[in-house]
C-alpha cells in the first residue's frame, strides 16, 4: 500500500454533535488479543463519556492469526480502524504504523496504549487532563505499581540499571503515553522510533511530562512479554542511545587497559624486586593482561567501525517504510454485522 493510497483510503473525522473537544486518536498494537481488545474499548467509550472527549481508536493488527470480535462503534468512539498488516512487526514497530495512520487525521493528540488492559482507560483520561495544561509536552505514564511477577520486575529492574549504566540516562516509562500532533511528526521523521518508541521520546528533546499511573490488570490470557521479549526490548532501547553507549563502552575500555597496565606493573616489580612471586607467577599474569587488553581493543575497534557505518547510511524513518506493511485498512463498523459469523472485512 502506498502512502497516496493509505492517505485516500482515509475518511474525514467528523466532529462530535455533543462535545466541542477536539477528538484524540488512540493507537492501540494488537496481535491475537482480540478479547482484551473488545473489552478495553468498551472501557474506553465508558472514559471517553465520562469525560465528554470524542475519540478515534486506531488497532494496529500486528499479523495475528484470529480476526476481531466485535464490528461497531460506542457512542463516544467516532471510528474504529483496523490497521491489517502483512507481516508481524513486533510491537514497537506496530505501534509507529498506527502512527503514521493517526498522522492523517484531524486530531490535536495521538494516545498510544496496550491492548491488554494494563493501561487503564481512567488514566489515559487523567493524562489527556494534563495534556491541556502542557499542549506541547508529551505525556507520560510513569508506574508507580507493577502487576508482574517477581521475575520479570528483577529483570525489568536490571534492564532499567544497564540503560543507565550505558546511556547515563534514566528510562522511567514506557509506550503508554500522550503525543501532540505536531511531535507525532517529528517521531515519524525519527528512525529510532522503528524501534524505540519510548527511548526515541527521551532523545527527541521534546518536553516531556510524567504522570503517576498504576499498571492495571489483563482483561484476558497471559502476557506475552517474557525473558527474551524483554531483552530485545531492552537491546532496542539501547541502540537508540548507541552513540552515547558507545563513548561510554570507549572510556570503560580505556580505564579496563589502565588497570591492566597497572597489573603488569606490579607483576613485573614483585618479580624483580621482591622474593615473594612463584616461578611463571609474573609471565602467567603479564601474559593474560595483555591478552584482555588486546581484546578490548579489538571489540572496541568492531563496535567503532558498525557505528560508523551505520552512521554513514541512510536510516530509514516510519514515515518512508511504515505504508509498505499495510495490508490494508478497515473500518470495524462495516467489518462484519455477525462477529461470530467469520465473514470477510472490507473497506
Known sequence: MT???LLANQRPPQEH?????????????????????????EALDRALLQAAQPGHVILVDDGSTERPLFGSNGSWIESIRI??????????????????IAATLNVRNVAVMDGDGEDRPEDLMLMLERATTAPDSIICAQRTHRSESLRFRIFYKLYKFSF?????TRIDFGNFMIIPSRAVSTLLRTPSAWNHLAASVMRSRIKIVRVPTSRGTRYDGRSQMNFEALVLHGMSAISVYADVAFIRILLGTFVF?????????????????TSYATPGWATTVVGSSVNLSMESL???????????QGRSSKAATPLQEAAQFIE????????????????????
Open 3 to 5: 502512502q497516496e493510497s
Open 17 to 41: 454533535l455533543h462535545s466541542p473537544k477536539s477528538p484524540i486518536a488512540i493507537v492501540i498494537p494488537i496481535h491475537n488479543d482480540w478479547t482484551s481488545a473488545k473489552c478495553l474499548i
Open 83 to 100: 490497521v491489517r498488516l502483512a507481516v508481524n512487526l513486533g510491537h514497537q514497530r506496530a505501534i509507529s504504523v498506527g502512527l503514521t
Open 164 to 168: 543507565r549504566l550505558l546511556t547515563g
Open 257 to 273: 587497559i589502565s588497570a591492566n597496565a597497572a597489573v603488569i606493573v606490579f607483576a613485573i616489580a614483585m618479580r624483580l624486586l
Open 298 to 308: 579489538v571489540f572496541a575497534g568492531l563496535s567503532l567501525g558498525l557505528l560508523l
Open 328 to 347: 490494508e485498512v478497515e473500518f470495524a463498523s462495516e467489518a462484519m454485522e455477525d462477529p461470530m459469523s467469520g465473514a470477510n472485512f472490507s473497506q
